[in-house]
Nanobody
Framework: QVQLVESGGGLVQPGGSLRLSCAASGSAFSIYAIDWYRQAPGKQRELVAG???????SYEDFAKGRFTISRDNAKRTVYLQMNSLKPEDTAVYYC?????????WGQGTHVTVSS
């Protein structure tokens, strides 16, 4: 089992940047694929980006060119660097660890993009 804690959210102006962290505790972090999701008020949760256990990254179209996902297995942490933020990026951001049929969620971190 793995426990996840997201951090790094906050209030940022349009065009600004934030780096979110997803810190894991528990066993065998390196075997898990980690995904970042987000859920805006009144909307369904959606995938933002993911990184495989081998470090291969993938992005949804809205994140390409603006967001970068990375992982540091020694620190048991996955990062989401978000640049050129827009008001529509406002949401609660969650990370999820997956391995086979297992999936674990963090509690989320709030991101608000507003002037």
């Amino acid at each position: 089992q793995v426990q996840l804690v997201e951090s790094g959210g906050g209030l940022v102006q349009p065009g600004g940047s934030l780096r979110l962290s997803c810190a894991a505790s528990g066993s065998a972090f390196s075997i898990y694929a980690i995904d970042w999701y987000r859920q805006a008020p009144g909307k369904q949760r959606e995938l933002v980006a993911g990184i495989s256990s081998s470090g291969i990254a993938s992005y949804e179209d809205f994140a390409k060119g603006r967001f970068t996902i990375s992982r540091d297995n020694a620190k048991r942490t996955v990062y989401l660097q978000m640049n050129s933020l827009k008001p529509e990026d406002t949401a609660v951001y969650y990370c999820k660890a997956s391995w086979g049929n297992l999936g674990y969620w963090g509690q989320g971190t709030h991101v608000t993009v507003s002037s």
